[in-house]
């Protein structure tokens, strides 16, 4: 038996306990409980190393200069900003970003397209383009270094058939070494892009193409005015995804190069990690490390506009 | 092409999907600017025979002519007809304008053109306001009317409708019923509408295919189809209808007399609906449509006379159903006026004139070719 107990005339009812109770059991306050275990786990292992590391990037904890510890200031920004190092790492940060995004964007839909049609032995299709993603970075770098070996490498062995073309050190080639970091960054990741846009060409109706091909409308012409519509927020954000994964690979340009030859390799994350663990300068490795966040940041907040756009967009899929 | 030739001649058509033959020799021929419906159950054959017109699925055998120019192996986007979907099939990434002037954009129209014959369209659907919007800023009716527009923009010469009403709630499908009619008679083009809704075929349509597995069971006007079925099969799907079995046992001059589930009926031999007429020995089955059957018995000569229990009376306002329970255990359906309720009434009488019944002799079909 249960007895409910009521405010009588002239007494004050207990608001204030009722109020909070509600906070707690239903209310923002109930939200915040159940939140807290993942908010402490994340403040932890995220927010703490970056806060650390931002009162690193003001300090002056350097190998080179012991002494100078607990000396605060904003001299490593200063350096930054006039580091052609850095500078240099931030272009080719880019460049490695925009290949990596490029390439995996063209393969990528062009095997969905593939696939997405092809129904003969189109499980084996898709299982051979999704299984790069299944292979770790660093085997991934590990087989790509066998494959661009110089001497004994495959790709060298098979230019040896194509006329007037030889074979090179491809990664010790200042040349050549970025453009063949990103072709492995490449086929690591774009199965990640293959799996979105195989579904958003599912999601498109057969009937949307059936009335082009009925209004005269030929293969490039559907593929202009109806694939690539439909699909036009799903390639928004899988650019963005691809461009945060390019901006902060490292293991794959680690594994390979370390950065080299002569720095034609040395991405922003290389240059943060060679600055931290081979020049011992921690201070202004924290600095890089707080620019490479502040870049992370504006791609993701460049993602979060597009997510909320497809969310409210005309039609397409998403 | 020739002036005389039908807007859409089918020659034989068959396809089968495996060992599933989804439309069987059909052959069929549609004058200009007439507005013709193919009517059955799902899985009928309908909307496959519709897309091999259009060009979206091939036909295994037989040919398929426009305007008297053999289609058969053409492309889709080289025939003459097109085609409005289920789903309407709009480009949702595209305006009302751009979905409509799509086909001439392909065509290789210039703009110019492209923009006043979309300007055409919008007001021959009456809405010319809408240009600007996007498809999922249009209600049921009005994505309907621009797909409608989409496809009449290249000027087919015949416009083939796969069930576009399907989607939408009754009162927005019978006014888009009289607006698709209202539009066809203006543009004068021919229609092919696919439908399983016996009454929107009936009251939109100059003539009516009745399909079932494959075939064309009956082709005529509505009031034909509705009045003389051809076959069993059309007078069960095409409104509600009381049949017979029937045996023939002699035929003299006009007249033929019936074993009628162990009565004997007299009936006129005009109203069988196909075939030769009657022999004794036909097995047939009598049609009396729920309207024809009255309960004014006027004791007249040649009136078909049922006499049964009453089991059910169903009260709908304007009409009333009346079930009767015959002696043999069978049971009819009379559609009569409200003044037929009669509340506390066993046994009852209705009578049909032999005029209003319609004689199927069983094992023959028609043709249409």
């Known amino acids: 038996m249960t007895t409910r107990m009521r405010a009588q005339p002239g007494e004050r009812p207990d608001i204030v306990s009722g109020r909070s109770r509600r906070f707690m059991t239903e209310g923002p306050g109930f939200a915040l409980l159940m939140l807290l275990p993942a908010l402490l786990v994340l403040g932890f292992v995220i927010g703490l190393p970056m806060i650390k590391a931002v009162i690193l990037s003001f300090d002056t904890i350097t190998f080179r200069r012991p002494a100078a510890a607990g000396t605060y200031g904003v001299h490593n920004y200063a350096r930054l900003m006039s580091d052609p190092d850095a500078w240099g790492a931030v272009l080719r940060s880019a460049l490695y970003m925009l290949g990596t995004v490029a390439g995996s964007v063209s393969l990528a839909l062009g095997a969905a397209l593939l696939t997405h049609r092809v129904i003969r032995l189109r499980a084996l299709a898709r299982l051979t383009f999704l299984l790069p993603w299944t292979v770790p970075a660093v085997v991934t770098a590990l087989v790509w270094g066998v494959m661009y070996d110089g001497n004994f490498g495959v790709i060298n062995r098979l230019l040896d058939f194509v006329p007037f073309v030889n074979g090179q050190d491809w990664l010790i080639d200042r040349q050549t070494a970025l453009a063949a970091l990103i072709v492995a960054q490449v086929w690591n990741e774009f199965p990640v892009a293959y799996i979105f846009f195989l579904a958003g060409l599912h999601s498109i109706p057969e009937e949307l193409y059936e009335a082009a091909k009925i209004d005269r409308a030929g293969a490039f012409a559907r593929f202009r005015f109806i694939t690539l519509p439909q699909l036009r927020y799903i390639i928004a954000v899988i650019v963005i995804l691809l461009m945060i994964l390019g901006f902060k690979a490292f293991p794959i340009i680690f594994i390979l190069t370390g950065g080299g030859p002569a720095g034609a390799t040395e991405t922003l994350t290389v240059l943060t990690y060679n600055t931290a663990f081979r020049s011992l300068d921690f201070s202004y490795s924290a600095t890089l490390g707080i620019l490479a966040v502040l870049v992370s940041i504006v791609l993701v907040l460049g993602y979060l506009r597009v997510m909320a756009r497809a969310d409210t967009g005309k039609g397409g899929a998403v | ?369």
């Open chain 2, 1 to 369: 092409m020739t002036e005389t030739a039908p807007a859409i001649e089918l020659r034989n058509i068959s396809k089968a999907y495996g060992a599933l033959r989804v439309i069987d020799d059909v052959s069929l021929r549609v004058e200009k600017g007439v507005f013709i419906t193919l009517l059955g159950p799902s899985g009928c054959g309908k909307s496959t025979l519709l897309r091999s017109i259009v060009g979206l699925a091939r036909p295994d055998s037989g040919q398929i002519l426009v305007d008297g120019n053999d289609i058969t192996n053409a492309a889709a986007h080289n025939r003459p007809v097109k085609m409005v979907f289920q789903d309407y099939a709009l480009f949702p990434h595209m305006t009302v304008a751009q979905n409509i002037g799509f086909g001439c954009e392909m065509q290789g129209m210039s703009r110019k053109s492209i923009s006043r014959r979309c300007q055409e369209l919008l007001d021959l659907i009456r809405l010319p306001n809408l240009a600007g919007r996007y498809p999922d800023a249009l209600s049921g009716g009005q994505r309907q009317r621009v797909a409608l527009a989409r496809a009449l923009a290249p000027d087919p010469s015949a416009l083939l409708l796969d069930e576009p009403l399907g989607a939408l709630d009754l009162k927005l499908r019978q006014d888009m019923q009289r607006e698709l009619k209202s539009i066809q008679r203006r543009t004068e083009k021919t229609f092919v509408f696919v439908t399983h809704d016996q009454e929107e075929a009936m009251s939109m349509s100059d003539l009516v295919a009745v399909m079932n597995k494959g075939r064309i069971e009956q082709l005529g006007a509505p009031q034909d189809v509705y009045a003389n079925p051809a076959t069993e099969f059309v007078a069960n799907f095409v409104g509600a209808a009381n049949l017979f079995r029937a045996h023939v046992i002699a035929v003299e001059g006009n007249e033929a007399k019936l074993e009628v589930e162990g009565s004997e009926w007299i009936v006129p031999v005009n109203r069988v609906t196909c075939g030769n007429g009657l022999k004794a020995g036909d097995r047939a089955i009598i049609v009396i449509r729920p309207e024809a059957l009255t309960t004014d018995t006027t004791k007249a000569a040649g009136a078909i006379r049922i006499t049964g229990k009453v089991t059910e009376q169903t009260y709908f306002g304007d009409r009333v159903h009346l079930h009767l329970s015959l002696a043999n255990g069978r049971s009819v359906l009379i559609d009569a006026r409200p003044q037929s309720l009669r509340p506390g009434v066993d046994e009852m009488t209705v009578e049909c004139p032999a005029s209003d019944l319609a004689i199927i002799v069983r094992g023959k079909r028609t043709e249409h070719s």
